[in-house]
């Protein structure tokens, strides 16, 4: 089956947060984050989140793709990378505002675990993140119909060569899932995330691995080495 690598648009808000909603529904940690919240309230937040991303286009570096089937013109995947950008102090402060006026979670979130979770992530990329010399690889969604097809490897090609091509870093906070397709493509580990999901209903303590990857890391699957997490 081949696909096509394209921008995604504000019209593909809906596709996109059915994708994302799909491919993290068993995640370790987010679903744990609105245990309480209907699904119709649940969906038009996350909705709002994509396209409110979607309306900004790349104004603070962010680049949307969507991966298409080619058969069926289908969204399949997406991804969103953030690269390295020189804010005017006029652009630097409309996005802090934004970010400090983002929408809270809806009524029946865990606004704890939620708080916890989103301030070890900015404290990771407050510590590891250049925004003015760093590609961030913020996320990346692949529908659970379509998984283990090269779609992740796709997804990460365009954002790796542009970051080769500056000779900079790219960093990304991984979850279990995911580890094992970063490191193969070169990134390490250099942080992590700990939460400890007992208080939430979970059974363990979570971790998501913070890693960045030099410019022209090697393939480590294509050089012999053993991945670990």
Do not use: C
Not at 130 to 139: A, W
Not at 178 to 199: A, F, S, T
Request: net charge neutral.
């Amino acid at each position: 089956m081949a696909y096509t690598l394209q921008p995604a648009q504000v019209k593909d808000a809906e596709v996109i947060t059915d994708i994302f909603q799909q491919a993290f529904a068993h995640d370790h940690i987010m679903s744990y984050m609105k245990p309480n919240v209907p699904k119709e309230i649940k969906w038009e937040h996350t909705v709002r989140l994509f396209r409110g991303w979607l309306e900004q286009g790349d104004i603070y570096g962010a680049r949307f793709t969507k991966a298409v089937e080619n058969e069926t013109g289908n969204i399949v995947a997406f991804s969103r990378w953030v690269y390295p950008v020189k804010l005017t102090p006029e652009q630097a402060k409309e996005k802090q505002e934004k970010e400090e006026n983002r929408e809270p979670p809806p009524e029946g979130a865990n606004v704890e675990l939620t708080n916890t979770f989103f301030e070890q992530i900015f404290a990771g990329r407050k510590k590891w993140v250049d925004p003015e010399k760093t590609f961030l690889l913020h996320i990346l969604a692949v529908h659970p119909s379509y998984q283990r097809r090269g779609l992740g490897a796709l997804l990460i090609a365009p954002g790796l060569e542009a970051a080769d091509r500056a000779g900079a870093q790219t960093y990304i906070e991984a979850s279990p899932s995911g580890l094992g397709l970063y490191l193969k493509h070169g990134w390490e580990p250099v942080d992590e995330m700990v939460i400890d999901m007992r208080p939430h209903g979970g059974k363990e303590i979570a971790r998501h691995k913070y890693l960045m990857r030099e410019p022209h890391a090697p393939n480590k699957l294509e050089h012999g080495r053993t991945l670990t997490s």
